[in-house]
């Protein structure tokens, strides 16, 4: 197999968002994010043949993950074994100009880390068994699959000429609030090239950022308000449903 080295091309990809910025508010149900990108020094015979390849990921910021395990006990279902995750991705979609398997080979996406299935994620318990972490280590991505969180757009990466390619990935209605980062794979005859990133932030917007904010900045005084606001609910369903 060819190796980029050998190529007398120096190919650079590059990616561009049409705004640095995704505003979100409760009435979010999910979007296409379109991202454009452009392939620098390409070999025009190689262009024409349809033999570049460009994988485009949208990944959300990292946070521990606990992943439970329930077992029926005596008829009801209880939590019985957990493992942590550290530093997993909350959000990751990935776009690309065909099936992943005539893009490149199994082995390029472990090295690169490359879709769903091959982020690495690292338990905080490292004392489990292998078989016990590969088996949490499932249920987590079935997790985020099922919730959308995770997704896959093959055929989502279209090239608009020989240098030009636009991307659409998927942003969950629970997509998270935080600093993303898109990052765009360009592959020759099978062989990955280069790598190009840029950051979007998405935030909450309207009365949603203002909760949200308050409730990080001041997460003392709304912990005693939210508190103080469930015992006076409380008191006046009391009130209002009492039998005289």
């Known amino acids: 197999m060819p190796t980029a080295a ?52 949208l990944e959300g910021p990292a946070r521990p993950v606990v992943v439970r395990r329930k077992d029926r006990v005596l008829g009801v279902w209880i939590n019985l074994e957990s493992e942590t995750f550290e530093n997993v991705p909350v959000s990751y979609s990935i776009a690309t100009t065909r099936p992943f398997q005539d893009v490149t080979e199994p082995a390029s996406y472990k090295q690169l880390s490359l879709g769903a299935n091959n982020i690495f994620m690292q338990p905080a318990d490292t004392g489990q068994s292998p078989a016990t972490i590969e088996e949490f280590t499932a ?17 989502g990466v279209q090239f608009l000429s020989q240098n030009l390619f636009r991307a659409s990935v998927r942003l969950a209605p629970n997509v998270p609030v935080g600093t993303h ?64």
Not at 139 to 155: D, Q
Not at 181 to 206: C, D, M, P, T, Y
């Open 6 to 57: 050998q190529s007398p091309h120096q190919e650079g990809i590059q990616i561009g968002l049409s705004t640095d910025k995704v505003m979100i508010t409760a009435g979010f149900s999910g979007a296409d994010l379109t991202i454009f990108g452009a392939l620098e020094d390409a070999d025009a015979q190689v262009a024409r043949q349809g033999r570049y390849d460009v994988i485009v990921v």
């Open 181 to 244: 980062k898109a990052r765009a794979f360009l592959f020759k005859n099978g062989v990955f090239v280069k790598e190009s990133s840029a950051q979007l932030e998405i935030r909450k917007s309207g009365f949603e950022q203002s909760i949200f904010r308050a409730a990080h900045d001041y997460s003392f005084l709304y912990g005693l308000f939210a508190i103080s606001l469930a015992m006076i609910t409380g008191w006046l369903g009391r009130l209002i449903f009492r039998k005289d």
């Open 139 to 155: 249920a987590l991505r079935e997790r985020k699959t099922a919730t959308g969180l995770y997704s896959e757009n093959v055929g």
